[in-house]
């Protein structure tokens, strides 16, 4: 650490010299370059030593090149450093001269702060204290400052002595750079105002005043565009500032200061202005400027510096109109607006990577208006923005109006990206009343439910959130899972944007749905948790609690998307083989329990798991869907198919526990199946043409048939049986095993008789196909 006798004597005004003077050598080595390519051997030149001199040229130009190049490294650095030991200085001269005040001995070795007398009155005494506490900050603060600036130059100065790397280019690279910083402060803004494809070279090499500037620059020229929009239907003025966003649109740097003078009103009024153009105008740079905006204020929001909660809270104030009176006269006042801002708010939150405060600030204002305010006026604030330009960005080319706008739902969606924001929304003293509202209550089939699904997966599934928070993790899951259902609009006909997100969260949680599958009761309680035990599966903490008839309104809307029934399948099929790879890795190490009973079970279980959702999939309306059977054969295909993708465990990831015959399953067992592949979904579940379709069943008995072949497909992934060598060819083309999709109809029965005699030995085949429809023997549950 630095004492303050020496921050006291360093003379950060000698760096600034020093760097002047290797300003001035690297000039003078940069001028260089028209020297060295008149040197350079002509092409002309075809005796046997040319190519070998024009090599050696290249050779000594690429060193010059990069020794100047490290210059500038160190230039910036010794720049650096004096600029941050001056104002560790002046922070220490500045406690040092309040402590003397004060009356406070201060150490010059140490920077330790004490007091030099006593005190009678307990006041005094107190506020003695405070500046004494108040001084060794600022001495602290000044104290590491200083010693990280040492420690940034001696890395830079280390860096440039003991490698040659060229960060920069040319030599001719290195003189426009020096001629750029040559420069006033005043004209490099300007230069790169006229020239911002410039920026991507020269904006590592800027200052941050240049950058706060060039930022400070358009934001005053977007906010006069706004204030006359008239301005947007110049198509030149639009493409400048299209550039320069989508120039400097990724540096904090410049879109930090950018979005502070700008302001929520400049945005909303900017957005206006564009869109009062982007009905007529044919030009394209109008979608663009609203993306480069969108994109900047992301980038500005992930900024320390920016304050992103108080930019979102205002920006929700004035696009709902709940500011104060002032402020909405203000605004009025100054940009010509209109009633379309849901529409600006809904394309912002929709999409993109925020800052959490922002979304904070956003999501937290947003809740107030929503629940607050008559829920008629907020459809109806929704409502009037349905023919805004806006909706029709990133919206289904199919669609004819675009999006329909609902800004809570966009905002939902950025929830679920910041998860443990998201569970503290949910979570906090409003918690349980947001969630009711929310879930069981609020009309989302504007975005068919979309955003607050994504919500509740987000949060839902989070590593951190599950690690740390394991039980309100937990306990909102199960909020979820019973309040939605209670939603009137929560149907496959509105909900379809939920279609895989709910199934992906239940593809989680499958052992949940299993005990409410195995479990099956008419109850419909609260929410819960529960610790879920299995011989053969993971013990599982702070599950939520799933109620049968939650869950059959649940997965009517999951399977009724293609996407949203393989999430499911998915789900099914890791449950089994999961419990399967168990039951293989502690029968190979002698575990009693690890017998052919228990192996039945796990069979009979997975067959009346993935049977209770055959008969939800069965009374699902799939579009392209030829039958309610073909639509069962699908499911079960897609199960077949995501057993391949399941990671089974083996010895090695088991943990013993004295005492028991039990075991653990490694945590990272469980829910790591990779999804089924997308173009793979459309050849099992339908096509115009798909022969799996074509040739799907027609009756739902052929089912007890297929989950014989299923379940000795999965002992075969599993590795508890083996392929008979005669079959191989049938079984395992090409190495790899076949899945049901594979099997056509006609092939099914004589497959089912080679999987019958394959598993004979081991399980019952009569109870496996009973099982397609008997009840099954329940989870045991750890109530919480």
Do not use: C
């Not at 130009?61 to 650095?77: K, M, R």
């Not at 040319?170 to 005043?186: E, I, M, R």
């Not at 493409?239 to 649109?249: D, E, S």
């Not at 392209?624 to 399941?646: E, I, R």
């Amino acid at each position: 650490m630095v004492s303050p006798s020496q921050l006291a004597s360093w003379q950060p005004a000698r760096l600034s010299e020093i760097a002047e003077s290797v300003v001035a050598h690297r000039r003078a080595l940069t001028g260089l370059h028209d020297d060295l390519d008149a040197g350079r051997p002509p092409a002309s030149w075809t005796l046997g030593d040319a190519a070998s001199a024009r090599a050696e040229h290249g050779r000594l130009s690429d060193a010059l090149a990069t020794q100047v190049a490290e210059t500038t490294g160190v230039i910036e650095a010794l720049d650096a450093a004096a600029t941050a030991l001056t104002a560790a200085k002046e922070l220490l001269q500045g406690a040092m001269r309040r402590g003397g005040h004060h009356g406070l001995h201060i150490d010059h070795a140490t920077g330790a702060v004490s007091l030099a007398r006593t005190f009678d009155d307990e006041d005094e005494l107190a506020y003695a204290r405070t500046v004494q506490q108040e001084v060794a900050e600022q001495i602290e603060t000044a104290l590491a400052d200083a010693a990280a600036a040492d420690q940034a130059l001696a890395a830079a100065l280390t860096a440039a002595a003991t490698t040659d790397v060229n960060h920069i280019g040319s030599l001719a690279d290195q003189q426009t750079l020096l001629d750029f910083q040559a420069k006033s402060p005043a004209d490099q803004v300007q230069y790169l105002l006229d020239h911002p494809d410039a920026y991507a070279f020269l904006g590592e090499h800027l200052s941050d005043e240049v950058k706060a500037e060039v930022g400070t620059h358009v934001a005053d020229a977007l906010d006069r565009m706004a204030r006359d929009p008239q301005d947007f239907g110049d198509p030149e003025l639009v493409a400048r500032y299209t550039a320069l966003l989508g120039a400097v649109g990724d540096d904090p740097g410049v879109m930090a200061p950018m979005y502070e003078r700008l302001g929520a009103d400049g945005l909303l009024g900017t957005y206006d202005g564009l869109a009062s153009f982007m009905g007529f105008s044919d030009d394209p740079n109008l979608a663009t400027l609203a993306a480069e905006l969108r994109s900047g204020l992301q980038t500005a929001t992930r900024s320390d510096a920016f304050d992103g909660t108080a930019f979102g809270e205002e920006l929700v104030q004035l696009a709902t109109r709940t500011a104060d009176d002032d402020t909405m006269d203000a605004f009025f006042g100054t940009y010509p607006s209109s009633p379309m801002h849901a529409a600006v708010l809904d394309y912002l939150m929709r999409d993109g990577d925020y800052g959490e405060e922002f979304v904070r600030g956003v999501a937290w204002q947003l809740d107030e208006f929503e629940r607050t305010v008559d829920p008629q006026m907020v459809q109806s604030w929704m409502h009037h923005t349905g023919m805004s330009p806006l909706n029709g960005l990133d919206a289904d080319p199919a669609s004819l109006l675009g999006r329909t706008p609902d800004p809570m739902g966009a905002t939902m969606g950025q929830l679920g990206k910041h998860p443990e924001l998201g569970l503290e929304f949910f979570s906090d003293a409003d918690g349980e009343k947001r969630a009711e509202f929310y879930f069981a209550e609020r009309d989302w089939s504007r975005d068919g439910f979309q955003g607050v699904a994504e919500a509740a997966l987000g949060i839902g599934t989070d590593p951190e959130n599950i690690a740390e928070r394991g039980e309100d993790t937990g306990m909102l899951v199960s909020r979820f899972f019973g309040l939605l259902p209670e939603n009137p609009e929560f149907t496959a006909e509105h909900a379809g944007g939920a279609a895989e997100p709910v199934g992906s969260l239940l593809k989680h949680y499958m052992q949940s749905v299993q005990v409410a599958v195995e479990g099956s009761t008419s109850a419909n309680g609260a929410p819960g948790v529960a610790n879920l035990t299995n011989s053969f599966l993971p013990q599982l903490q702070d599950q939520p609690v799933i109620y049968t008839g939650d869950l059959d309104k649940l997965l009517a809307v999951a399977v009724s998307t293609e996407d949203g029934m393989a999430r499911v399948a998915e789900g099914v099929a890791n449950f089994r083989q999961t419990a399967l790879g168990g039951w293989s890795a502690l029968h190979g190490a002698g575990v009693e329990i690890a017998n052919p009973q228990s192996l039945e079970r796990i069979l009979t279980s997975s067959i009346g798991l993935e049977g209770h959702i055959q008969r939800v999939v069965s009374d699902a309306e799939i579009e392209g869907a030829k039958s309610k059977d073909q639509q069962v054969a699908a499911f079960t295909s897609l199960v077949s198919k995501a057993a391949a993708l399941v990671p089974v465990p083996g010895a090695e990831d088991l943990v013993d526990i004295a005492g028991e015959t039990g075991k653990k399953l490694a945590d990272a067992a469980w829910s790591e199946i990779r999804n089924v592949p997308s173009g793979q979904i459309t050849e099992i579940f339908g096509g115009n043409e798909n022969a799996a379709r074509e040739l799907a069943t027609d009756r739902l008995v052929d089912g007890q048939t297929r989950s014989v072949v299923s379940s000795f497909l999965a002992l075969a992934e599993a590795g508890i049986v083996d392929v008979p060598p005669e079959l191989e060819a049938i079984w395992m083309p090409d190495g790899e095993l076949i899945s049901l999709a594979d099997i056509d109809l006609d092939e099914l029965s004589y497959r089912h008789g080679e999987a019958a005699n394959a598993l004979g030995h081991l399980v019952s085949v009569d109870d496996l196909r009973s099982a397609y429809q008997d009840p099954f023997v329940v989870l045991s549950t750890e109530p919480r």
